[in-house]
């Protein structure tokens, strides 16, 4: 089984700072890693997800994350936010073999919310 | 193309009455997921369908409760004689068929508010 644990409920960053979102996991078997963001009253936009290869992936928007598997963590990190990346943003995980299909299992989320 | 189509968005039902919500997944996708978001949480999974055939409903509760996935027609999660605690988003998600190691995007739709 797996677990994600989003370390703060929320992050407030004045705009064009930088911003670090964090993201733990746990699992027994290897896992695909994803970010995902919410913006209010809408559903959840991928933002970058990280199956293999480079530890550090890039995704839409100009966030990216590393992945680190001693630490088994996946942290969402932007050079300069802007005031419209205010939004909830999820972390989540699916194990793997999957028997075909990603059976995501999310975190509690984060709430960013950028000031001008 | 249009993305994972939930209706209805938001619905509202007295103590005792059905849900039904509606879920259309983007074309080309036969993998349907359902999720549920209760207040201040991040999302839970319900169940996975392929078409007739529920795969996985590990997360489903054990009464009320039922999802389908028809050869024709969008995907129905029903809830019976619903109770204040039902009250969350439920988001609906598809993506393609993938191969044994999983991994590909799972698209969410904008969901249903009941």
């Known amino acids: 089984a797996q677990s994600v644990t989003q370390l703060d409920s929320q992050v407030p960053v004045f705009e064009e700072a930088p911003v670090e979102l964090r993201c733990n996991y746990s699992?027994?078997?290897?896992?695909?890693l994803f970010w995902y963001v919410q913006y209010p009253n809408q559903g959840l936009q991928l933002l970058l997800k990280?199956?293999?290869?480079?530890?550090l992936v890039k995704g839409i928007n100009g966030f990216e994350a590393e992945f680190n598997k001693s630490q088994t963590s996946f942290h969402l990190r932007k050079p300069s936010v802007h005031i419209s990346d205010t939004a909830e943003y999820f972390c989540?995980?699916?194990?793997?073999?999957?028997?075909?299909?990603?059976?995501?299992?999310f975190g509690a989320g984060t709430r960013l919310a950028v000031h001008p | 193309n249009a993305g994972v189509m939930q209706n209805p968005r938001h619905l509202v039902r007295r103590r005792g009455q059905e849900a039904r919500l509606r879920c259309s997944p983007m074309?080309?996708?036969?993998?349907v997921y359902w999720y549920r978001q209760l207040p201040e949480e991040g999302l839970k999974f319900m169940v996975y369908l392929q078409k007739e055939n529920i795969i996985d409903e590990s997360g489903m509760p054990k009464e009320r409760f039922s999802a389908e996935f028809p050869k024709e027609g969008p995907s129905i999660l029903r809830i019976q004689q619903v109770v204040r605690g039902d009250s969350a988003a439920y988001f609906c998600?598809?993506?393609?068929?993938?191969?044994?190691?999983?991994?590909?995007?799972?698209?969410f739709g904008e969901g249903s508010w009941l």
């Open positions: 998600a598809s993506s393609v068929q993938t191969g044994s190691t999983g991994g590909n995007t799972i698209y």
């Open positions: 989540a995980v699916s194990g793997f073999p999957s028997g075909g299909y990603n059976k995501l299992i």
């Open positions: 990280y199956l293999s290869g480079s530890t």
């Open positions: 074309k080309g996708h036969s993998h």
């Open positions: 699992s027994s078997v290897s896992v695909y």
